[in-house]
């Protein structure tokens, strides 16, 4: 089953702008991370943030998260058609949960329009 | 160092036949995740192996199999094909498991099971 549940499911702007997807899960966590997925191909991580830790940046993404509301958000600033793609959250749990998997939520559909 | 690679990319297949797909990880890497993801059902974890052992295994039927040699390459078997095992089979290495860092997909192996 699911953990996460990304929102929005699909989201359109323009060239230049900033899309935030946000994504919640349901239970304790070890670290939550984000991929990219482009086109029915593999994944590409992002960035990982630990349950520890409250804002990571990398380059034009930031992350938050929110442990008390289980929620995790990640903001692409100044958008570019390259960023064209599905973006996913995806949780690691603890060792007693069973820390050797991670968990997916549902995906945003993220499109760059020039 | 070279990525993760998958082969075959591309597979064909009929019900009740059996399958089996490979997965080279990254050099040096021991653990190797395999997550199945259909438009339905999303991306679900199938199983871990870490230096050749199963630590962990998702929620589906027993036809669904897997090993990692001494190589940490790892192969996952399907026997008696399903339409519904169509999907495409990604799989994944870190160095030491998803708890602690992130995973490296491959491109995937699309499998169509008419």
């Known amino acids: 089953s699911q953990q996460g549940e990304e929102d929005p499911q699909a989201l359109s702007i323009q060239e230049g702008e900033n899309a935030t997807m946000n994504c919640s899960y349901k239970t304790s966590i070890n670290n939550l991370q984000w991929y990219r997925q482009n086109s029915g191909r593999g994944l590409v991580h992002l960035i990982l943030i630990r349950s520890n830790e409250r804002e990571k940046h990398s380059g034009r993404l930031r992350v938050t998260l929110d442990t008390s509301k289980k929620s995790s958000s990640l903001l692409i600033t100044a958008s570019r058609a390259a960023d064209t793609a599905s973006y996913f959250c995806a949780t690691a749990g603890s060792i007693i949960q069973g820390a050797q998997k991670l968990v997916f939520g549902q995906g945003t559909r993220l499109t760059i329009n020039p | 160092k070279a990525g993760v690679t998958q082969t075959p990319r591309y597979l064909i297949k009929t019900r009740g036949q059996q399958v089996t797909l490979s997965c080279s990880p990254i050099s040096g890497h021991r653990s190797v995740s395999w997550y199945q993801q259909t438009p339905g059902q999303g991306l679900q974890f199938l199983f871990e192996?870490?230096?050749?052992?199963?630590?962990n295994k998702g929620n589906f039927p027993g036809r669904f199999s897997g090993r990692q040699f001494s190589n940490s390459r790892s192969e996952m078997n399907v026997s008696t094909l399903e339409l519904g095992d169509s999907a495409l089979y990604l799989c994944?290495?870190?160095?030491?498991?998803?708890?602690?860092?992130?995973?490296?997909f491959g491109p995937g192996t699309r499998l169509t099971v008419l």
């Open positions: 192996y870490f230096s050749e052992t199963q630590r």
């Open positions: 994944a290495s870190s160095s030491l498991g998803s708890s602690y860092n992130e995973q490296f």
